[in-house]
């Protein structure tokens, strides 16, 4: 029994560590702005508000009150602890309650309240009964908050200048983008579209102090390629997007747009466009291809052959491994094996319109359907039949993102390509910056220190879009 529960305290500390990571559903679970106008939700925000404040001022045992029987003792005082030591970890210091949005589903009235803190902002997930008292509680986003709203001007920089751009305009779900042109452009010039990895991500792919996507795109910008990278749709429109959603609704869709965007502009060569995809964003760059982005090349950035699940079930693994020893280690090895073989069996074996409305809680409420979509989809599916030219890109100490495993079935399915270019480079993580940790529970830690993307990254990605 003792092997067991440590490998669901494994699991647990594997969710902490997972949701500052860049692969991992940070923002599945859809918010619904229907009014409810019978439901009295000042009664249930109340009661949500309590509940940030008393574990802002350390009063677990007030707020553990608020649970009902079962998550009394399922999560209890320790586990309000671990939530709120993960929220400091990124977000600081808690400052005030900033908002609150609520959703009726499933005979549970859902809170989702944002808090503002010295770093960003914070929104839990609060999941209440009729008679308020707490059945669920997650970590649903750590949302940017400013006082001014998507205020965006044109701006000029040295060597290239950004506009302001709707990816979507007149659609249910417009975008903030950037468009970074170069100065004093003569002829027309290629560009780039950035893809975010997985979960609620700005345009600058924001991880603490450090913007990947920023880096990528003020490089690139100022050494004559133009670039556009926007909000992610999980980023603004969360609180309306239907609960059901797969990486079409979350991704492609929105990429397309951008897309057609960069083509049809003036100073652009449309012949030369190019999709930048990183983590999940590159296991999806094959497919946003073949369903009509039709791009000059394909730039992979810690992308991945594999699935989501797969790559899950490696992370879990290697948790597993940096935190367990011995006999305790295999047993929850083999235990968590089996579990995730059959769970996976069960996946595939669910029919398609169940598992569209079947929510899985633990990857921050995507529906089943997402999984299965993504799993029944890898993008080792689509590289064989894509003639474009790749640039595959990854860090040898990348955790997420496995160089022994991910790059190498990329240099598998590539091989003898001759419009094919593979790096890996030393000593880069996942968001390719300098690291030294050997372990997962550390990435965290490093993610907090704030860094800039390679600069031998930059220049090689600058020099393969000029000469294709």
């Known amino acids: 029994m003792k092997n ?61 009150a608020m649970f009902d029987k079962a998550m009394a003792q399922r999560v209890g005082v320790p586990g309000l602890q671990d939530l709120w030591l993960k929220v400091n970890s990124q977000a600081d210091e808690f400052i005030n309650i900033h908002k609150t949005e609520n959703i009726m589903e499933n005979g549970r009235y859902r809170c989702f309240i944002t808090s503002r803190h010295e770093n960003s902002g914070v929104t839990l997930r609060v999941v209440f009964s009729k008679d308020g008292f707490i059945t669920g509680l997650f970590v649903e986003d750590y949302p940017v908050i400013t006082d001014e709203e998507n205020s965006q001007a044109i701006i000029k920089n040295e060597g290239f200048t950004d506009f302001p751009i709707i990816i979507g305009e007149g659609t249910d779900f417009p975008l903030d983008g950037i468009l970074s042109i170069p100065n004093n452009v003569t002829d027309k010039i290629p560009a780039v579209v950035i893809v975010h990895g997985s979960g609620s991500h700005d345009m600058d792919g924001t991880l603490f102090a450090n913007m990947p996507y920023r880096d990528i795109a003020e490089y690139l910008a100022a050494n004559g390629i133009a670039v556009l990278r926007y909000d992610k749709r999980t980023f603004t429109h969360g609180a309306k997007m239907e609960g059901h959603w797969t990486v079409r609704e979350e991704v492609i869709e929105d990429t397309l747009l951008a897309t057609e965007i960069l083509k049809a502009h003036p100073n652009i060569d449309e012949r030369r466009v190019f999709i930048a995809g ?29 699935s989501l699940l797969e790559i899950s079930r490696e992370q879990i693994i290697a948790l597993i491994n940096d935190t367990m020893e011995g006999e305790e280690k295999e047993n929850a090895l083999t235990q968590f094996q089996e579990m995730s073989d059959m769970q996976i069996r069960q996946l595939m074996d669910t029919p398609d319109d169940i598992a569209k409305n079947t929510l899985a809680p633990e990857w921050g409420g995507v529906s089943l359907y997402y999984l299965k979509d993504m799993h029944t989809n890898p993008s080792s599916d689509y590289i064989p039949n894509i003639t474009a030219p790749f640039l595959v890109l990854q860090g040898s100490n990348d955790l997420q993102i496995l160089a022994g495993i991910d790059f190498a079935m990329y240099q598998e399915l590539l091989a003898g390509r001759s419009n094919a270019t593979l790096k890996l480079y030393d000593g880069l993580n996942h968001l390719f910056m300098p690291s030294t940790i050997k372990s997962v529970t550390e990435i965290m830690d490093e993610y907090a220190i704030e860094n800039k993307v390679d600069i031998q990254v930059l220049a090689d990605i600058v020099g393969w879009i000029k000469t294709h």
Do not use: Q
């Open 278 to 306: 990183h983590s999940l964003g590159g296991m999806l760059a094959p497919r946003i291809h073949a369903e009509g982005g039709n791009y000059a090349g394909l730039i992979l950035l810690a992308g991945s052959p594999r």
């Open 4 to 64: 067991t529960i440590n490998y669901f305290k494994a699991k647990k500390l594997l969710a902490i560590i997972l949701s500052f990571m860049l692969l991992v559903i940070t923002n599945g679970c859809a918010k619904d702005n229907t009014p409810h106008d019978d439901i009295d939700w000042a009664f249930y925000n109340e009661r949500a508000e309590t509940l940030v404040k008393a574990m802002a001022n350390d009063d677990f045992d007030v707020a553990a």
